[in-house]
């Protein structure tokens, strides 16, 4: 039987690491193999790739650069890793995909929705994620907590319009999305690892017919 595609979204200071590790925990008690990813990165390429886009380079980037990056990472990650572990059968957890794409370059940079939907389906074909949560923080309070966790990367310096933008996109694209379960990140964190947990318990009894107990117009919580 294939595997299941599980990704984790959210802004910077959102707190995917712990929710990636409880996820993790959560299928391996359940007797699923698991696989992890992170993007931009996964895979040799990738992870070369992933520098170059959050290297402060002494020139302007690019929207469309940046963009064409992000995908050329995804395609080489899909291809050696995400789809070879699906069809063994193995649950992978993805450290994002392109819900973030959309959101930032999409939502932040501005790139227009039909280049971005024109790059996506070139390089995706379609494929998609079977659940994703995103965790969903005031991007203040977010890149607070990045700042504290040390020195900001390129894009994590754009400044507070550009992440209330992917904000808004994110929020946006989960609206319309069933698959898409927005979990309030703005909790304690004790809360956001229970609705979490509640979500990927539900997902694995219902034997993943894709019936997500919260819709994804609902935030999980009290924000």
């Given at each position: 039987m294939r595997g299941k595609f599980i990704v984790v979204e959210g802004l910077e200071?959102?707190?995917?690491?712990?929710?990636?590790?409880l996820i993790v925990e959560a299928l391996k008690k359940a007797g699923k193999r698991v696989e992890q990813t992170r993007e931009p990165g996964g895979t040799p390429m990738?992870?070369?790739?992933?520098?170059?886009?959050?290297?402060?380079w002494h020139e302007t980037v690019s929207e469309e650069t940046e963009l064409l990056l992000m995908y050329a990472a995804r395609v080489q990650l899909l291809t050696n890793k995400i789809l070879p572990s699906l069809d063994t059968g193995a649950w992978v957890v993805g450290d994002r995909h392109d819900l973030s794409s959309q959101a930032y370059q999409g939502g932040g940079r501005g790139v227009s929705e039909k280049t971005m939907t024109a790059i996506s389906d070139i390089a995706l074909k379609g494929f998609k994620p079977d659940l994703t949560l995103y965790l969903d923080v005031d991007p203040a309070v977010g890149l607070e907590r990045a700042r504290g966790r040390g020195e900001l990367d390129r894009i994590e310096q754009a400044g507070l319009a550009f992440f209330e933008?992917?904000?808004?996109?994110?929020?946006?694209?989960a609206e319309q999305d069933e698959s898409i379960v927005v979990v309030s990140a703005m909790q304690s964190m004790d809360k956001v690892h229970q609705d979490v947990i509640a979500v990927i318990?539900?997902?694995?009894?219902?034997?993943?017919?894709?019936?997500?107990?919260?819709?994804?117009t609902s935030v999980l919580g009290d924000g």
């Open positions: 200071g959102a707190g995917k690491s712990s929710v990636i590790g990738a992870e070369a790739i992933r520098e170059c886009v959050k290297h402060d933008r992917t904000r808004a996109k994110y929020l946006e694209l318990h539900h997902y694995i009894t219902s034997e993943c017919s894709g019936d997500v107990s919260q819709r994804n």
